[in-house]
């Protein structure tokens, strides 16, 4: 089916994130304001203005009621989903990169960029149910082993008992979310070997995959760390997610955006890949894009999906009946 | 120079030690380590010539020191005198370092010993101060000997006496050529990408390469096989090293020539040269050149050649650093005779029994431009371009080595360029003569086609149908009587196949057909003859086109997007196809059939080099392999069979590959799935006790067909009848 083109942002898109029900999408862009759309047809429903930066990243609650979203301004922000209204400001030194809600709503995990002299960071905070009681202070604060690299990503772990994060050192790590004590590091020997730029979690919190740099995706058991599956491209990976519905895993990527006006636009692959989850065979790929993918989502019925791209574009696509029956 | 290559520590290890001591490894210029001497910091070199080898070239320090002997004796009172004199006549020729001159004095009688020490800024200043100075009159009785330090104690130690040397007991080498024995008849190839060499058999069969030998940091710059394939050289800073064996790749011999940067095999491989150029240090004067040609069996050098850029090269500087690459061009055959050397007016023809020149002496040929051997026999074929401004025309001439006797030569009017191409058996040779037009003012360009083998050596003008073509590319068929030309204008030229013998007209070349619009800028035959590919590499993105000469059709169409090589393998049953990394996406190879099916695609990051390793040729005679080529169906049979045992079992493994993936995948689902029905109520107390997890029995899309009457109207349809 044809896709259906998003033009509500001004600049790349950095995020998108589908909320439970699958109807609602949320997008974070290089322009200042997270904007949300329906999901079905495409429609812009709203905007949240507040942020005075790029936002990275964003999180909605099980009942989308909350959004937090996370800027370049340094703040992460809480906001009231269906009024726009901005309920809570987290103040940081730095940017925050990633942003993730807990099991249950109760806790966010909040990522920051190293800045001046502050290096990288996870801040756990504790998120109130009535916004009156919100305060500030963090809850728990992981300083990662390698502080001048950023992390790209941190989630939560099954039972909001670790923290998975990864970043520009190319190493996951997981981190018990009690204590801040550091679980387990990826094998750098099956690891990853250029900047982890994007990490997605399967919705029952058993398997998540990693997207990096160096042209593979990997999928890792969340409790145990080890790799199961390698996917492998011909271009950097910037965003992966995976099909809730099929074994199915979509990676997108492409060259760098500095390099796409030197060659031909052939050689650019600014596909959305699909690979085989168990067999890690490609099985196809969805042009449209004329830069780079920066984000994907699944919607969580399987049945469509979206991704969005430093041409500024969401493309929202649903999914021919066709591709449900895809034999390999 | 100490140059270790970290045989046991595996590079992880040493990225993930370089990491965690804060080094970026990727700026680290390694070539730029040098550990003190004598000290190895507990890391064994794996290169035994560190250990052994006496020739290599440690640098002692004493590099730039010269020592000068027969000076005159003179008492103190003329010590100044003489030390001004050679002062004088050594800091013309380089710079004398500070103190750098010491003249030893006899401490009873005060006079000097009649020699010196002069030390200068680098060791080739130094090296080129003795060069110029050995030999030196200063007057009739004080002729100087001048000798590098370093060299001292080596003649020190030359014993007095004569003693014969020791006959080494015989070891049998290994069977150099057992590549050619594999079973299923597979062929390899070398590929370089990022800093590993990789030599792999082509199994187009199992739609794979197998990997024979994989060495990171086998080769400072390149690799090349030998023309018969029976060796693989890679370059170092001390030298060119050859490669070979039965089983896995061992080094056979090595040649000793600092910062080599080219090497060239004769087509015999009996010898290689390597050439090594030096900057000049004061940019006005030629760079350095000096080329070195080694035995490859018994690694002895046979000659070298030292001078400057310009007596290796002609006109002014291209190509290589100065010289253009090979600089010695070697004659047709097995029998590496002789090889030739083009420079400003001489053509030197050097014959390889004793390595000196033809008769003594070079041939004096005015103004010649380009020289070329015939493939197959000891004919030099040479242009020399027009002179006087039209008055001298120019010259295409056919000599014969090693009598010089010029066998044919053609005058040509208006010529702007020639180029010359021999057919692969050395029958024919084609001149592509560009010609001005009347106004001068542009190009146009036709062909002189020499018959070597025919009596008189008989020269026939091709022109093209339309002679303002422009020709883009030539070939000749290997082994055949063909030849292809791309010609006409980008984006869309034409090609054409000419044949310089059909049933019907022997002795003339006729056309055998033209392709109009092409998307192609190169061509590539197989090696066996009948099959070319059109390519379009550059500009045209990688269009291939698997074209069948025989029957004129054309049998695959295909793109290998951005490629910008492309190598038939010896035998002419594969294509390898490559991107290397002058761009930086999609580096890797691609192996098609000679018909062009894809068979398999390998991607490597930051790709440099793939080379088929050649085979020597066929010992069959040609009636034999016509015999082969007529009773292939019978040959045929067998190789068929074996093709469908082995695809059968490629479908097989590959459904067992799969269901065992399947396998461990489920096993995996079970057992996290129960961890998480045990977490299942932990979870809940998280939710404040929502229930409803729905993701626990996956997400179900239910299709609900609903039916509701709308709305019921009724209409009486008229019969018009």
């Known amino acids: ?328 | 120079m100490l140059q270790f290559s970290f045989g046991s520590m595996e590079v992880l290890d040493i990225d993930a030690r370089a990491a965690k001591l804060g080094i970026d490894w990727s700026h680290v210029n390694l070539d730029s380590i040098q550990l003190p001497p004598g000290q190895d910091f507990g890391i064994e070199s794996d290169d035994e010539a560190v250990y052994h080898d006496d020739q290599s070239e440690f640098d002692t320090g004493f590099g730039n020191i010269i020592v000068v002997d027969h000076l005159p004796v003179v008492p103190k009172e003329k010590f100044e005198k003489l030390e001004g004199v050679v002062k004088k006549i050594y800091n013309q020729i380089g710079v004398i370092k500070e103190n750098g001159l010491w003249m030893p004095v006899d401490p009873d009688t005060k006079m000097t010993l009649g020699y010196c020490f002069i030390e200068f800024n680098s060791p080739q200043e130094a090296q080129n101060a003795k060069e110029k100075s050995h030999g030196y009159k200063l007057d009739k009785s004080h002729i100087f000997a001048v000798n590098m330090f370093d060299d001292f104690d080596r003649l020190m130690n030359v014993k007095e006496e004569w003693e014969p040397p020791q006959a080494r007991p015989f070891v049998p080498g290994e069977n150099l050529q057992k590549w050619l024995t594999d079973e299923k008849a597979r062929d390899q190839l070398v590929i370089r990408s990022g800093p590993d060499t990789e030599v792999f058999w082509n199994d187009a069969r199992q739609k794979n390469p197998e990997p024979v030998h994989k060495r990171p940091y086998w080769t400072e710059s390149y690799v090349q096989w030998s023309p018969l394939g029976t060796y693989l050289v890679t370059l170092h800073k001390q030298g060119a090293a050859v490669w070979g064996g039965a089983d896995t790749f061992t080094r056979l011999m090595r040649y000793q020539h600092s910062m080599v940067k080219l090497v060239d095999f004769s087509p015999g491989e009996k010898y290689l040269v390597t050439y090594h150029s030096q900057e000049p240090s004061n940019p006005r004067d030629a760079s350095k050149v000096e080329i070195r040609v080694f035995d490859v069996r018994t690694g002895r050098m046979m000659r070298d050649f030292k001078g400057s850029a310009d007596e290796f090269s002609i006109g002014g500087p291209g190509g290589v650093a100065g010289a253009s690459w090979p600089v010695f061009r070697w004659a047709g055959g097995k029998d590496d005779k002789y090889f030739a050397k083009l420079s400003k007016n001489t053509i030197s023809v050097y014959e390889t029994e004793t390595f000196s020149l033809i008769d003594k002496k070079s041939m004096k040929v005015d103004n010649v431009v380009d020289i070329c051997w015939s493939p197959t026999d000891s004919i030099l074929s040479l242009f020399v371009p027009e002179q006087g401004g039209g008055n001298q025309p120019a010259k295409v001439a056919l000599v014969s080595i090693p009598s010089k006797v010029e066998l044919r030569q053609k005058n040509l009017f208006s010529v702007s360029d020639c180029k010359m191409y021999w057919q692969s058996s050395g029958e024919y040779l084609a001149v592509k003569v560009d010609r001005y037009t009347k106004t001068k003012k542009s190009t146009y360009s036709g062909f002189e086609l020499f018959r070597i083998k025919e009596r008189d050596i008989p020269i026939e003008v091709l022109e093209l149908d339309n002679k303002n073509d422009k020709i883009i590319a030539f070939a000749w068929e290997p082994k055949g009587h063909r030849f292809a030309v791309i010609h006409g204008d980008q984006p869309r030229p034409d090609v054409s196949f000419y044949s310089m013998k059909t049933a019907q007209n022997t002795g003339r070349v006729s056309k055998l057909g033209t392709l109009k619009a092409k998307q192609a800028n190169a061509l590539f035959w197989s090696p066996t003859g009948k099959y070319i590919i059109l390519a379009g590499l550059k500009g045209f993105n990688g269009q291939l086109e698997f074209f069948n000469v025989d029957e004129l059709e054309t049998m695959a169409t295909a793109e290998h997007f951005m490629a910008t090589d492309i190598e038939w393998d010896p035998t002419g049953r594969y294509v390898a196809t490559a991107v290397t990394s002058v761009h930086e996406m999609e580096n890797g190879f691609t192996i098609w059939s000679f018909n062009g099916n894809l068979l398999y695609r390998i991607l490597k990051d930051h790709f440099f080099q793939l080379a088929w390793r050649p085979r020597p040729p066929s010992f069959l005679t040609a009636e034999k392999e016509e015999e082969i080529a007529k009773n292939l169906k019978k040959y045929s049979k067998k190789y068929e069979a074996e093709d469908q045992d082995v695809s059968l079992l490629l479908s097989e493994q590959d459904r067992e590959k799969r269901k065992a993936l399947n396998e461990e995948w489920e096993k995996w689902v079970m057992q996290w799935k129960s961890l998480h029905e045990e977490e299942k109520l932990a979870r809940q107390s998280l939710r404040d006790g929502e229930v409803s997890d729905v993701e626990e029995d996956e997400y179900e899309a239910k299709e609900v067909e609903f039916e509701d009457v709308i709305d019921v109207t009724e209409e009486i349809v008229q019969e018009s009848m």
């Not at chain 1, 939560?156 to 994060?165: A, E, F």
């Not at chain 1, 011909?234 to 760098?256: I, R």
């Open chain 1, 1 to 328: 089916m044809r896709p259906i083109l998003m033009k509500g942002h001004e600049r790349p898109l950095t995020f998108l994130r589908y909320n439970r029900d699958g109807d609602l999408l949320f997008s974070c862009a290089k322009d200042h304001t997270p904007t949300l759309w329906y999901a079905d047809n495409g429609e812009r429903l709203g905007t949240y203005r507040g942020h005075n930066g790029a936002v990275w990243c964003c999180d909605v609650s099980r009942d989308s009621s909350r959004l937090i979203t996370g800027s370049a301004d340094q703040t992460a922000k809480l906001w009231d989903v269906q009024s726009g209204q901005e309920l809570f400001t987290f103040k940081f030194g730095s940017p925050t990169r990633s942003v993730d809600f807990s099991v249950g709503d109760h806790l966010a995990v909040i990522t920051t960029d190293p800045f001046m002299e502050r290096t990288s960071a996870i801040h756990v905070k504790r998120i109130a149910e009535d916004p009156q009681d919100q305060v500030a202070d963090s809850v728990l604060v992981l300083q990662s082993p390698e502080g001048r690299k950023r992390i790209n990503r941190a989630v939560w772990g099954p039972l909001n008992q670790t923290i998975v994060s990864g970043g520009e050192d190319a190493v996951i790590r997981i981190w018990d979310s009690e204590t801040g004590k550091l679980l387990k590091e990826s094998d750098g020997e099956v690891g990853h070997k250029k900047p982890i730029t994007s990490l997605a979690k399967a919705a029952d919190d058993s398997h998540f995959i990693t997207g990096s740099l160096d042209k593979t995706a990997k999928l890792w058991d969340m409790r145990t760390l080890t790799l199961i599956k390698t996917y492998s491209t011909v271009v950097p990976v910037n965003a992966v997610t995976m099909s809730p519905l099929l074994n199915h895993v979509v990676l997108g990527g492409g060259q760098d955006a500095s390099a796409v006006t030197t060659t031909d636009h052939r050689a650019g692959k600014f596909e959305a890949k699909f690979y085989d989850k168990i067999l890690q065979e490609e099985i196809g790929g969805v042009k449209g894009h004329f830069g780079p993918i920066n984000a994907l989502a699944f919607n969580p019925d399987g049945r469509s999906f979206s991704s969005g791209g430093e041409d500024g574009y969401v493309r929202l696509h649903h999914l021919d009946p066709d591709y449900f029956n895809i034999k390999i």
